[in-house]
DNA sequence: ATGAAGCTAATCGTATACCAGAATCCACCA
DNA sequence: TGGTGGATTCTGGTATACGATTAGCTTCAT
């Protein structure tokens, strides 16, 4: 497909995020260079390297010479997520339909019957194919603009998480999922982005609700 | 001020980082990591670390095995950062307006007479301390907000110094810069959005008229 | 007891040396 | 002319060492 080869500060990358969004590595805590590479087996440059990154998308604060802490959950983050998401998804969403190849098609397909597949396992990691079906409709569009989806749907995957994976409101969603991507595969543009909005907007106040319990 | 501690890497982020904005790393070139480690005397953990840092600013591409190359510019992706900076960069200044406090209007009037300053040298470097007072007027917003519109910022001064910077189109921007600073001062949300938009709109048709010729 | 001052241990940031493996180049050969 | 198979050059990664800084703890004076 694309690129198989990944160099061992991605996959460090990946492996670390996964703790934070999680929670494996709570909201707070410091990080400690030497313990987790030992525990990933690798070596200070591809984990530093991978530090880097994290606190670029925002799930790391570094402070010099005390190394990086893993940033608290805020209801006002939340709310700014959610809202440049409203900003720029919806239009980037319609954007790549316009633009989306025979392979984005199936590209697409594929993310979003993984997802589907995992909601039906008892205990799947829907939330992590949630998120690549959705960049899988921004891809085909801007790279720029792929880049900014992929840090505000990593950011929006923490408070979903935390306040709605427990609740399931996968149905309603899941509908949704299969209408945005038949408009989409169809090009339509406009449906496309009036349906993600109102899909943007039902993840948001679910949130809200939990967040105001 | 702020942080005065700034690692190596950071450093090292901002040398590399200028020398692509300012065209001394050509698009296309290879970066070969231990030469420009020794030109700048750093190992290659900082140096590394810079890179990556950049290629997520959208700067460089890398490919296993064979490093970072400096990325192309092109029409497309000036259209994707301009409309993009066009959906984001008024709310977010008008959101900041309301939040700032004296402190960051300080701030802000700072960097606007430091852009005025630099303005009035014969080849001073404008096109940073525009960058600097854009992003002033940013930060008082949210966090994430701030670190995407730091982003486009970047991305934009690289068209910005290729086609706008010949040209001198500095007298008009800079009398609306005072203007916008004025009203956001003022706490003047509706206006700073609507001369925001109207500033980065005279930025792009400038930029199409040099493009197109 | 309590707060300040000083010492100590832990950890970060960086450098250096080294190695395996991929990519590239080039000379040689069909 | 057109491969082909090493040499070469880089990158990506490891191991290790070390100065500097921070944080925690101890001690001492009040």
Redesign the interface.
């Given at each position: 497909m694309n690129?198989v080869?990944?160099?061992l500060?991605d996959q460090t990358y990946e492996i670390v995020r996964r703790r934070i969004l999680v929670g494996a590595m709570q909201p707070g805590t410091a990080v400690r260079q030497d313990v987790i590479a030992a525990e990933l087996g690798v070596s200070?440059?591809p984990l530093?390297?991978a530090l880097?990154?994290l606190e670029?998308d925002?799930l790391l604060s570094s402070y010099?010479?005390r190394g990086y802490v893993v940033r608290d959950l805020s209801t006002?983050?939340a709310s700014?997520?959610f809202a440049?998401r409203l900003?720029?998804e919806p239009?980037a969403v319609a954007e790549a339909c316009l633009r989306a190849t025979p392979a984005d098609h199936a590209a697409a397909e594929t993310a979003l019957s993984a997802l589907e597949a995992e909601l039906a396992k008892p205990d799947g990691d829907h939330v992590s194919f949630n998120r690549a079906f959705h960049l899988a409709l921004v891809r085909p569009g801007?790279?720029?603009?792929f880049?900014?989806m992929e840090?505000?749907q990593i950011?929006a995957e923490r408070y979903v998480r935390v306040h709605l994976e427990p609740m399931g409101r996968d149905e309603r969603a899941s509908q949704e999922h299969r209408e945005i991507l038949t408009a989409w595969t169809r090009g339509d543009a406009a449906e496309v982005e009036a349906l993600t909005v109102n899909h943007i907007l039902g993840t948001l106040s679910d949130l809200k609700q939990q967040l105001s319990t």
């Open positions: 690129i080869v990944r160099t500060s200070k440059i530093r390297e880097g990154r670029q925002g010099p010479n006002d983050e700014e997520v440049l900003k720029l239009g801007g790279h720029i603009t880049q900014l840090r505000l950011l």
